[in-house]
């Protein structure tokens, strides 16, 4: 009996420890690691961050979603991070450098003259869907859909390609802590959402 309670006396606090680490990460926050360069100048590739789970997503919030089943080419457990551009019933276009969301352009700051202009391209979300045979074939992002863009645009493979994020894979927003990055960097991630 003593051996047992002394066993349970290490055993007990271990377990306790993990079943709080995965509340935390299933309800609150993670930490992941970006992969690629899709989203630079602002994230750069093996960077850390943090994913907060319970944040509202607003336009050009940074979020990290699961890519399998949205992009084709996406094997099982693979996550990618990217801006969102369109909330659900937005009308998106990308004319000469500038993006409107809604016929109003979007500020853009925190990319490059180049980015935006050679790095975007010319389209529209009904251009977009005939010219890659998306199932949505509308002018609006879906019900329930987002449309991303990653912020490296000559090199991402974001929502031009394949369409949109259905909401229920999105894991979170993105935050970039206080320590890490420049200040300029952690703005074009933390604050700009609107």
Do not use: C
Not at 118 to 141: F, M, R
């Amino acid at each position: 009996m003593k051996a047992f309670r002394s066993i349970l006396s290490w055993v007990l606090p271990i377990l306790i420890a993990l079943v709080v680490v995965l509340l935390v990460r299933t309800y609150l926050f993670e930490v992941v690691k970006v992969s690629g360069g899709s989203m630079e100048p602002n994230l750069a590739d093996q960077e850390r961050m943090v994913v907060v789970k319970p944040l509202k997503l607003k336009r050009l919030s940074v979020i990290v979603f699961d890519a399998y089943g949205e992009d084709p080419q996406a094997a099982k457990n693979t996550n990618y991070v990217k801006r969102v551009i369109g909330l659900p019933g937005d009308k998106v276009v990308s004319k000469n450098g500038y993006i409107y969301v809604n016929n109003k352009a979007i500020n853009q700051s925190f990319i490059s003259k180049d980015e935006r202009t050679t790095g975007t391209g010319n389209w529209t979300l009904s251009s977009l869907a005939k010219a890659h045979d998306w199932k949505y074939q509308g002018n609006t992002v879906p019900q329930n859909h987002y449309f991303v863009l990653g912020d490296h645009r000559s090199i991402s493979e974001d929502g031009r390609a394949w369409g949109y994020v259905e909401s229920a894979k999105v894991m979170g927003i993105v935050k970039v802590p206080f320590w890490q990055g420049t200040a300029t960097h952690r703005t074009n991630v933390n604050s700009l959402a609107s």
